[in-house]
């Protein structure tokens, strides 16, 4: 049927990975394993259509455990069904990491940035939902992922959230709670680089940066959905474990909506249900106060 999820299995090679290799426990080398990927990809697709789906539609595979992380089970879709399964499938949580890809395409003479692929995790559950499937379209956010995401219990944790909530309040119209790592969390992640080395330093788990995919790339290769899996399950884990051994975020360490209002000015913009008069009001403010000191240094 068409809300049949295929499940298809990834595995990866493991091992002390030298440059140009990725470190998985698999049995097969990654070079060897992106070209079969290549090869069967299309087959992959052909099989998908011929049960009434697309391969953009939805799937749904599982990556081994490898690196000190568990087993994934992961959901790439860009169909509301699918998505909203899988999310309601989850079990009860507050903590959530999240990701958002973004793609530049040419508007005329210009070139626009937009978000693309929505990351978020939950323990081993990881859900990749593809926000434009055609390449230029932005579409509203579908009514249950909304929800999911306005939810006032639900926190988001993860890098560079403080440019996520405003692409998501702005381009979407959802205000999110989200705690960026890099902005203000837990002292133990200042100044800890990368991803990677802040998973190898909270989580002692052993991965390396991330093969982030082409943004106008399309279908994506299964070992670059795996890869973004892997780092959506980070964000999570590094926050559960921190909020395990070191208590629960702040009250103040999530992006705030004067935040999301400076940085929304560059975004493109949709008509918002929310009201941002008093978060204009304080940008506008605090923009004074920072050229009047500039002018008048102490």
Known sequence: SRLALTRCFCKCHSGHASKGRL??????????????????????????????????????????PASGMPELDVCYTSEPDFASKFLTAWPEARHFGMLLLRSNFRNGTSIVTRSDLLQLSSGSRVLIYNLKPKMEELRPLPAFLLEFLEN????????????????????????????????????QLKATGELHKVATKVLNTDTLPAAMPSTRQRPFLLYQLVSMA????????????????????????????????????????????????KAKAEWQSLQQELRSRASNPQ
């Open 152 to 187: 006032k219990s639900h926190t988001f944790y993860g890098v560079g959230l403080l440019s996520v909530a405003a692409r998501l309040a702005f381009e979407f119209d959802c205000v999110t709670r989200c705690v960026d790592f890099y902005h203000r969390a837990w002292p």
């Open 23 to 64: 470190k998985r426990r698999s049995y097969i080398q990654v070079g060897m394993f992106a070209k079969a990927v290549a090869c069967l990809l299309p087959l992959a697709a052909f099989t998908l259509r011929s049960q009434g789906i697309g391969y953009e539609d939805g799937i749904l595979f599982t990556v081994p």
């Open 230 to 277: 892997e780092q959506a399950y980070l964000m999570w884990a590094i926050a559960d474990h921190l909020i395990r051994t070191s208590g629960e975020c702040h009250e103040d360490w999530p992006v705030n909506m004067t935040e999301m209002f400076g940085l929304g000015l560059r975004l493109e913009r949709r008509p918002s249900r929310h009201d941002w008069t």
